[in-house]
C-alpha cells in the first residue's frame, strides 16, 4: 500500500528503521520532523514531542487512511512564529502487537495489553538516549513531551504518571478511557499529589456519549489532584469530530500551540 501512494512528507524528515529493543519483541521504524534552520554546525537545541502511531503523524503513504500533518502543521506555525521551534518523533507501531504494547493491563476479551511499561522502558530508556545523542535536543523534562490518541492517548496519559521526571507535556487525544474499566481514572485517583506536567486533553462530540463522559471524567479526576483548566490543564471537546486520524490531525495545531507556545521559548 505504501508503494502505491504519494508520500507527503514536508521539511527536514529522517527515518530510523529497525529500532531495536531489549524490552519488546519486535523492531519498528522511527521517524524524526526537524525544524527549519536545524543545523549541526548551529548551537540552537530544541523540545522534542515524541508521537505513538507513528506511522500516521507525517505521511499519507504510511498513514491508517489519513495523516495527522504534524510536519505540514509544525513547518507553518514555526516559520509564523506561533510556536518555538521543536523536534518531532513519531513511533511506529507494529500493526499486532500495537494493544499489547500501548494499554497498560491485560484484558483477555479486549485482544492482549499489560505491556505499556515495557514500550515506556524502551521510550525512556533506549529511544530517548538515541534521540538526544542523535539530534540537537533539550533533554530536560520542560522540553519534553509525548502525545498520541485514541490507545495512543491512554498510554501516553499512562506514561506521563509513570515519568513525570521525564515527560513535564502531554497531548492525550481521545484517550480509551475505557480500558480494563477505566484503569487510568483509577491511576489518576492513586497519585499522592500532583504531576508538574502540562496536559491536554480532548474527545470529539461524534465520537459517542460514553467517550465524552469518561474524557469529562479524566479532565474531573486532574482537577482534583491539582491540574488547574486553562492553565496546566488544556480540555476540549471538538465539535462534530470524530475518532479518526483526519479528527486529530485538524487539532493539531491548537495542541501545539498549547504545549510549545512562542513565548515560552529560551
Known amino acids: 500500500m505504501e508503494d502505491d501512494l504519494q508520500h507527503t512528507l514536508t521539511g527536514d524528515i529522517r527515518r530510523h528503521a529497525l529500532f531495536h529493543s531489549a524490552y519488546l519483541d519486535l523492531d519498528r521504524t522511527v521517524i524524526v520532523y526537524l525544524p527549519p534552520g536545524y543545523s549541526e554546525e548551529s548551537a540552537d537545541r530544541y523540545p522534542v514531542l515524541y508521537l505513538h502511531d507513528g506511522q500516521n503523524v507525517f505521511d499519507r503513504a504510511t498513514s491508517f487512511g489519513e495523516e495527522w500533518h504534524v510536519d505540514e502543521t509544525a513547518e507553518s506555525l514555526i516559520l ?52 538526544d545523542r542523535t539530534y540537537k535536543t533539550l533533554p530536560g523534562v ?101 475518532h479518526n486520524e483526519a479528527s486529530w490531525g485538524a487539532r493539531v495545531a491548537t495542541v501545539l500551540m498549547f504545549l510549545f507556545p512562542a513565548d515560552s521559548a529560551s
Do not use: C
Open 80 to 131: 509564523a512564529g506561533e510556536i518555538e521551534p521543536i523536534i518531532v518523533v513519531g513511533i511506529y507501531n507494529t500493526g499486532t502487537h500495537r494493544i499489547d504494547e500501548y494499554a497498560p493491563t491485560f484484558v483477555e476479551n479486549k485482544g492482549g495489553g499489560g505491556h505499556a511499561d515495557d514500550y515506556g522502558r524502551m521510550l525512556v530508556m533506549e529511544l530517548k538516549p538515541f534521540i
Open 142 to 242: 520542560d522540553n519534553t513531551a509525548m502525545g498520541g490518541s485514541s490507545l495512543g492517548g491512554l498510554l501516553t496519559m499512562h506514561l506521563g504518571l509513570r515519568y513525570p521526571t521525564v515527560f513535564g507535556k502531554l497531548a492525550v487525544l481521545s484517550p480509551s478511557i475505557w480500558w480494563d474499566e477505566r484503569v487510568i481514572l483509577r491511576e489518576v485517583e492513586e497519585l499522592a499529589a500532583k504531576l508538574p506536567e502540562r496536559i491536554w486533553l480532548d474527545a470529539g462530540t461524534n465520537e459517542g456519549p460514553d467517550v465524552l463522559t469518561d474524557a469529562r471524567a479524566l479532565r474531573d479526576a486532574l482537577v482534583s489532584k491539582g491540574w488547574q483548566l486553562d492553565v496546566d490543564l488544556a480540555y476540549l471537546e471538538a465539535e462534530g469530530a470524530e
